[in-house]
């Protein structure tokens, strides 16, 4: 019971966004459930990722303070077009290396040597990756639903560990954002969030990015964006 | 602490037990995904860290995890004699050492088939660089948001005219009888690198590994300090300008090794 | 610090912006970024420097070492200046820089010496069988570009504190080298038809060329060098020279 005690010590303390480094213990074993950047070892739990600690009764977790963005088969992204072959698009996906799109993945039916009337070097779109091979060349689609290429707009880039942070729970957040700007807007889980519409909307939706980028670990995210929303939209 | 062998001295007024000072500082870099620079006595290092990332070179990737790939290297000027950049026996030996130190370090299995870059840079070289080098560096992976069982924290003990002294000088590492990094991964106690050349006696050998993981422990509060500092979150016992400056608006850590060190694990049980 | 969401821009919005005359970090197309400069930096080294202008940071280490002097020049030291562009310094230097690190030394190397900042003469220690090495070595730790002038940079300023390491070799009392003046390096990329001072990465990445001139406080020029896959017509690159000149004195000043 002692040591429930002092765990829940810190609990409290750590909740509120406390820094944890990796190696941190940050708990027993118990009933909680882990989630990113906590591991269980030898009856404790311990931080594995830099991060601000997060608990609730069910679980902890941590969210990075930076994290870099890997590829994996089924992830939506933000993409824009650095180069096209007669029968291939190459996209920079924040990632060094880049990712390839071929013509039959696209709903279009693209003549060979035609690509370019399609899409060019700058063009934006949003897609699917389709499948990473063993030497970590991925390959992107855009056939399937909102898949697509998008037109004007601008893209913003954050922490790619902090987009589920700005969706929000089951997409509440998102869905008040695009509600109060009403701008258009699509998240890739590259950290790319492309983002269309009023000069001010676009500036809200910054200024939201912003309020979730600088103090993710603060509780209240939505409470703060909705404030946002609520200002700009009186406006 | 007692403090021994202080009726002898060592050459530069420490006892025995002493660590020189200690400045580290996390994130300084603009490119590198993670970074973090050390002054160790008169060493300055600089480590980048890229990655977890597909090279561009072929290499001959791992399925099961990722490979951590540290490279020493120092500048040709960090050196009395200049020294002929480009790789050297030495350099290639440490390199391997860090790197492996370092494997132990991140949960490489979540990264299958990318490498995690550790670029070592030695500005100035003045005994004791692999350490502080390892020290740093696992400061930059976890400044790179990599996930990890933990830091790596090290410190060599030495042996001068028979007695047992922690963080050799230059002096000392020359004309010692012996130098023994030590590297630990504070939140287990396991040790990841352990070295020696020169002669310990039977009942030295286990005395000098004790003082050296005791020394690492001192050190991880360094390195818990100066990414607690970078982070926004404070906690360091006292923070100076540092005399490599220009990092921002960064302060740097001094040492402070008057004070008796918190010890971590239970600290943040408390 | 701030860490706003970052704009994304493409290369072909960089290169608008610059052809309406604005830069992405509101600089004016001859501008050159923030300088900070710190001078002995390596106890080790006889000079040193660190340079950061804008996001590019390099640390500069001179050395003199006894050496021995070519036949044709017996009563003149000898020089060296070399570049490592680390693998911590750009995600793009994980692969093979040898070229891109040979011209940059290279160039900088003859703005150097062409200038007469350091006399080769006043290197000699004994003519024909001993001189001073001087050995100039740059190494890179951050690039957002222009390596080119923050080189020359680094070098003209850890040769300002540069001594003649002679207690260390036996031969008396140190004493400091003497120095003539100092040149400046200028690089312009050209992008969307204009001439823009000290290019980022970026800026780099969508230039159709680079022209890199190093000036001597006569307003002479010491060393040009055309790069970057581009050509320029003859009108660009005597605006080159007319604006190198002018922004010499600009650097110049600055580091007085």
Redesign the interface.
Known sequence: MMMRAQDDDITHDRSSGGLVLPGDRVGCVGPLRTGNGVMADEGDLIATQMGILIRSDRSVHVIPMKGRYLPGKGDFLIGIVKDHTPSRWFFDISTPQGARLHTSDTPWTVDFGRTGEYMNVGDVAYLMVKEVDDIGRVDLTMKGPGLRKLSSGQVMAIMPSLVPRVIGRNGSLIAAVKRGTGCRIFMGKNGWIWVDGEAAGIETVRRVLDAVVERPHVGGVSERVLEILGEDGGA | MATRGAEQGRTDGRSDDEIRPVRLHAGV???????AYIEWG?N?I????????????QEP?R?DRALVRC?Y?M????????KR?GRDRRSLEISKVLSEALTN?V?VER?P??VI?V?V?V???DAGTRCAALTAASVAL??????????VSACAVGVVDGRIVLDPSRDEDNFGDGDMPVGI????GEIVLLQMDGALGPDQFGEALDLGVEACRRIHVLQ?DA??VR?G?ERASRIEKPH???Y?DMDTIIMDDEADPPV??EE??? | MSRDPETIMRSQMVRDLIGTGRRRDDRSLGQMRPLVVETDVIAQADGSARVRLGGTELVVGAKLMPSSPYPDHPDEGVMHTGIRLSPLASPSFDRDMDAEATEIARVVDRGIRHSGMIDMKHLCISPGERVWGLYLDIHVLDHDGNLFDASTLGIVLSLRGLAFPNSRFGMGEDRPVPLGEMPVTLTFAKVAGELILDPTAEEEGVSDGRITMTIDPRGWVRAVQLGGCGHFTLEEVKRAHQLARSSAEVVRGSLR
């Open positions: 870099l603009n490119n590198a995904h993670g970074s008169k300055k600089m480590v980048g860290v890229y990655g977890p990332r597909r090279p561009s070179r990737l399925s490279t290297n500048a040709p000027f960090s050196v009395s004699d200049r950049p370090a949960l990264f088939r990318t870059d670029n840079e500005l100035e070289a976890a400044d790179a948001g990599l996930q990890m069982r933990g830091l991964l504070p939140s287990s818990r990414l607690f982070y979150q490599f400056s220009g921002g971590w694990g943040a049980i408390r």
